[in-house]
């Protein structure tokens, strides 16, 4: 039997990925070797990063604008490898603070130069997306912000309109909606979410923005270096990155980010409904647009009643729904693996302790 694994990252493989990445690892496509024991720089891997940066490219139809690039780490180090490559001493980053890795990405980007946080919803528990005066944003090197808030539960429908490049952390809602790419300078997912196994990021630059990149910098931090070198310049994490093919063949197969979208919200209302109708559980996120898709967050009404469900929760087979350690109450991540099953299962198991309790 499969748990029903809510876990916020790494979380749920889709079913075919999980399956075809273990048979890759024992047995690459019949070929009598494993998709880990062969050399980067074989046809073989090189066919892998090929057919995986278009997928990436066409998915989100950025082909003639940006560049994709596939490096090693993850989301923590991207806010130090963006402002290495795009901010220096003389330049101030601004970033929109909503919650705890946007926060964090400020802290990490003045290493490297001038930071100011133009607006934060911290004094309200994080609990709407904070609305930034555009004139702010003139003669910034860029505005950072996060597409969706996985600790607190919110998350931008729309983007916010700025004066300067966006630069927008995705780890929590790549692939999963539809964004106008022709406002996003930088995006970049760290793996572990909705791209494959943990180990690497996806990262997407604009044309423009990335001939705006500081000199003289250590090549393996470098984006044009890693770009012209096609993601290959040290070796890659293998098996992260052909996790993140057979990912992105998964998703063009059923419709791309249109179809994933729709059943997203599917999945995202059936939860809210249940959270709305029930009265042991509630939402703190003010307005409805603000809420994530992605991680529905949740409390119930008292301490008692969520140590209670979470025991519940452990004795029907339901994994990872505590909050994190910052938020507290309950998580649910709902990214594109997902099932409806998974979370029908839950709302069952909402309303079987409800009526219990
Ligand atoms: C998960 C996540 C990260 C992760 O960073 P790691 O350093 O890879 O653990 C960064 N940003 C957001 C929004 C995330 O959800």
Same mark, same amino acid.
């Given at each position: 039997?499969?748990?029903?694994?809510?876990?916020?990252?790494?979380?749920?493989?889709?079913?075919?990925?999980?399956?075809?990445?273990?048979?890759?690892?024992?047995?690459?496509?019949?070929?009598?070797?494993?998709?880990?024991?062969?050399?980067?720089?074989?046809?073989?891997?090189?066919?892998?990063?090929?057919?995986?940066?278009?997928?990436?490219?066409?998915?989100?139809?950025?082909?003639?604008?940006?560049?994709?690039?596939?490096?090693?780490?993850?989301?923590?180090?991207?806010?130090?490898?963006?402002?290495?490559?795009?901010?220096?001493?003389?330049?101030?980053?601004?970033?929109?603070?909503?919650?705890?890795?946007?926060?964090?990405?400020?802290?990490?980007?003045?290493?490297?130069?001038?930071?100011?946080?133009?607006?934060?919803?911290?004094?309200?528990?994080?609990?709407?997306?904070?609305?930034?005066?555009?004139?702010?944003? @003139?003669? #910034?090197?860029? $505005?950072?912000?996060?597409? /969706?808030?996985?600790?607190?539960?919110?998350?931008?429908? =729309?983007? +916010?309109?700025?004066?300067?490049?966006?630069?927008?952390?995705?780890?929590?809602?790549?692939?999963?909606?539809?964004?106008?790419?022709?406002?996003?300078?930088?995006?970049?997912?760290?793996?572990?979410?909705?791209?494959?196994?943990?180990?690497?990021?996806?990262?997407?630059?604009?044309?423009?923005?990335?001939?705006?990149?500081? @000199?003289? #910098?250590?090549? $393996?931090?470098?984006?044009? /270096?890693?770009?012209?070198?096609?993601?290959?310049?040290? =070796?890659? +994490?293998?098996?992260?990155?052909?996790?993140?093919?057979?990912?992105?063949?998964?998703?063009?197969?059923?419709?791309?980010?249109?179809?994933?979208?729709?059943?997203?919200?599917?999945?995202?209302?059936?939860?809210?409904?249940?959270?709305?109708?029930?009265?042991?559980?509630?939402?703190?996120?003010?307005?409805?647009?603000?809420?994530?898709?992605?991680?529905?967050?949740?409390?119930?009404? /008292?301490?008692?009643?969520?140590?209670?469900?979470?025991?519940?929760?452990?004795?029907?087979?339901?994994?990872?729904?505590?909050?994190?350690?910052?938020?507290?109450?309950?998580?649910?991540?709902?990214?594109?693996?997902?099932?409806?099953?998974?979370?029908?299962?839950?709302?069952?198991?909402?309303?079987?302790?409800?009526?219990?309790?």
């Amino acid at each position: 039997m499969r748990t029903i694994n809510f876990y916020s990252g790494p979380s749920l493989l889709p079913n075919e990925v999980r399956e075809q990445l273990a048979l890759g690892v024992i047995d690459y496509e019949g070929k009598g070797f494993s998709i880990a024991e062969i050399s980067h720089r074989s046809q073989t891997f090189l066919s892998i990063l090929e057919e995986l940066t278009h997928l990436v490219k066409t998915l989100l139809q950025i082909e003639q604008t940006h560049e994709v690039v596939f490096v090693q780490g993850g989301g923590r180090q991207l806010f130090a490898q963006i402002p290495m490559n795009f901010l220096n001493t003389t330049e101030t980053a601004g970033f929109i603070d909503t919650g705890y890795w946007a926060h964090k990405a400020m802290q990490y980007a003045s290493y490297y130069g001038n930071t100011i946080c133009l607006a934060t919803s911290k004094n309200e528990g994080y609990n709407h997306i904070p609305t930034v005066d555009k004139e702010k944003t @003139k003669g #910034l090197k860029y $505005v950072g912000i996060t597409s /969706n808030n996985t600790v607190f539960g919110t998350q931008y429908k =729309t983007l +916010p309109k700025v004066f300067c490049p966006l630069v927008v952390d995705m780890s929590s809602d790549i692939f999963s909606i539809t964004r106008n790419w022709n406002e996003i300078d930088l995006a970049f997912a760290c793996a572990q979410k909705n791209v494959g196994v943990a180990g690497m990021s996806v990262v997407i630059i604009k044309k423009e923005f990335l001939a705006t990149q500081q @000199k003289n #910098l250590v090549p $393996v931090f470098s984006f044009q /270096n890693l770009i012209e070198k096609k993601s290959n310049d040290y =070796t890659p +994490p293998v098996l992260s990155i052909y996790s993140a093919l057979l990912t992105m063949r998964w998703l063009k197969n059923l419709g791309g980010i249109t179809a994933i979208e729709q059943y997203n919200a599917q999945k995202a209302q059936l939860l809210y409904t249940a959270i709305e109708e029930s009265t042991l559980f509630l939402s703190l996120i003010e307005k409805k647009e603000d809420r994530s898709v992605m991680n529905v967050c949740f409390y119930g009404a /008292n301490n008692k009643i969520e140590q209670d469900f979470l025991q519940f929760c452990e004795h029907h087979h339901i994994m990872g729904i505590k909050g994190h350690q910052e938020a507290l109450g309950f998580r649910a991540s709902l990214y594109n693996a997902q099932t409806l099953d998974n979370v029908l299962a839950l709302t069952h198991a909402m309303n079987t302790f409800e009526e219990k309790y």
